[in-house]
């Protein structure tokens, strides 16, 4: 019992420290916030919308009419993430409710970090020491500045599905299994689908790994009926992914890169190469050297010298005394190796030859612009080319564009259109414009007329 409080304690005061690290003194004076660039701009809009409409009595919305014509809410994941962690924010105040995720995620991450590594072996203080650096890594810390909210919410699911998969297999209880099930199921229904996507195969690796004969069958087939449970919720959302652009043959987004092996140096320095606006502190410099700041965000990968010097430790360790690892340490290791080599530009080519990399195509509206329903474009916009400009607004109605009729099948067609549009990334926000798109298609076309159209580049 006095070892079990010990590390209670210990696990009590990693958290503190993990959320002193996100919540510091000054912002609780009540003039200042946390606030993130993407949850400024996009979640707290969603958050504030569903909330109203609860309080109002009305129930979780359907339809978010914000985006375009309009798109669906509680059936798109990234408008509307089903993970209970998200379902608490619609209790707090939308000005609140990022710092009161962000801390959060955070104290999740650090908790099951802390409890998988106590059941794979190590001392109280060693899991705390794990704990308190998979919350306060680089890859959480520079999310929360840039505001990715679906992402943090997710970042846990790796250490829970390992420690819940590891209870599961030492174990036949019930309870064991039921708590797989639910942590698969819950974390399938985060926003940001790849961090689970992760996790979820990983967690079934790792039961590969340890388990042996029937129950390493009956681990994964718990964990697979947990994520069966979430159709329920997914099948819309796929039907919702056949409409969006990311699954278009477009030009990578600006963020579809490798890890270059010059940021490799971040690992170790994270401000090598600058930083960007918004960490931009007095004395650092401007982040640069790379196309664009995604070079930044979606390589911040710090851990801190120490962790690093502790691994370097244990493998010297291990080479002066051979001694082999205990199995989830072995399984860890891989794990982390594959990932970074996975990362590097010199396995892109093979890896874009796997259906896996479909994975991108399903962050489908993380920027609120890409969905549009094509039920109710006009003969030549549906004729036109697949590629479809998306742009941050409800169409209204267009004045009707100039184009030639066509006469024979598969006659070139050409054209311009004509919208006016009005942006509604907020009800208090908007902002009118017109825009003159021309287009050539070649297909058979009916003449032209004023109509909500989904509109061609």
Request: hydrophobic share 50%; net charge positive; glycine share 6%.
């Amino acid at each position: 019992m006095a070892g079990r409080a010990f590390s209670c304690w210990i696990a009590i005061v990693m958290i503190a420290l993990a959320e002193a690290v996100y919540l510091p003194p000054a912002l609780f004076d009540s003039s200042r916030t946390l606030l993130g660039l993407d949850y400024r701009d996009l979640h707290v809009q969603r958050i504030t919308f569903a909330r109203q409409a609860v309080l109002s009595g009305h129930g979780l919305p359907t339809w978010y009419p914000y985006d375009f014509l309009g798109a669906p809410f509680t059936a798109n994941l990234q408008s509307f993430p089903w993970i209970p962690t998200r379902l608490l924010l619609l209790l707090l105040a939308p000005e609140v409710a990022y710092a009161a995720g962000v801390a959060l995620a955070a104290a999740l991450a650090a908790g099951f970090t802390f409890l998988f590594c106590r059941r794979a072996g190590l001392s109280p203080l060693g899991a705390a020491a794990a704990g308190w650096t998979f919350a306060c890594a680089g890859f959480f810390s520079s999310r929360v500045a840039a505001g990715h909210l679906p992402l943090l919410e997710a970042y846990a699911a790796l250490p829970l599905l390992l420690w819940a998969a590891d209870r599961a297999l030492a174990s036949r209880r019930c309870r064991d299994l039921l708590l797989l099930a639910l942590s698969g199921a819950c974390f399938a229904v985060a926003g940001h689908p790849q961090v689970p996507a992760y996790a979820l195969t990983a967690s079934a690796l790792y039961v590969l790994w340890r388990g042996r004969g029937a129950a390493r069958a009956r681990v994964v087939s718990v964990l697979a009926s947990g994520i069966g449970t979430t159709l329920i919720v997914w099948w819309p959302m796929l039907l919702l992914i056949q409409r969006s652009s990311r699954i278009l043959p477009l030009a990578p987004a600006d963020n579809d890169i490798a890890l270059p092996y010059g940021r490799l140096l971040a690992l170790l320095v994270p401000g090598i190469d600058g930083w960007p606006d918004p960490l931009l502190a007095a004395g650092t410099k401007l982040f640069g050297g790379y196309p664009n700041d995604a070079y930044f965000w979606d390589t911040a990968s710090y851990l801190g010298l120490l962790p690093l010097a502790a691994v370097l430790f244990l493998a010297l360790g291990c080479l002066i005394v051979p001694r082999r690892p205990a199995r989830p340490w072995m399984f860890l290791a891989a794990l982390g190796l594959g990932a970074l080599v996975c990362s590097l530009a010199l396995t892109q080519p093979a890896l874009a030859l796997l259906p896996g990399t479909l994975l991108r195509s399903f962050a489908l509206c993380s920027d609120g612009a890409s969905w549009a329903p094509a039920s109710r474009s006009t003969p030549s916009t549906s004729a036109a080319s697949p590629d479809v400009l998306f742009l941050p607004c409800r169409v209204r109605r267009p004045t009707p564009p100039s184009c030639t009729a066509s006469s024979p099948e598969n006659s070139a067609t050409r054209g311009s259109l004509s919208i006016r549009a009005t942006s509604c990334l907020s009800p208090a926000a908007t902002k009118t414009w017109v825009v003159s798109i021309p287009f050539s298609s070649r297909a058979t076309i009916a003449p032209c007329s004023p109509s909500w159209m989904l509109l061609p580049p």
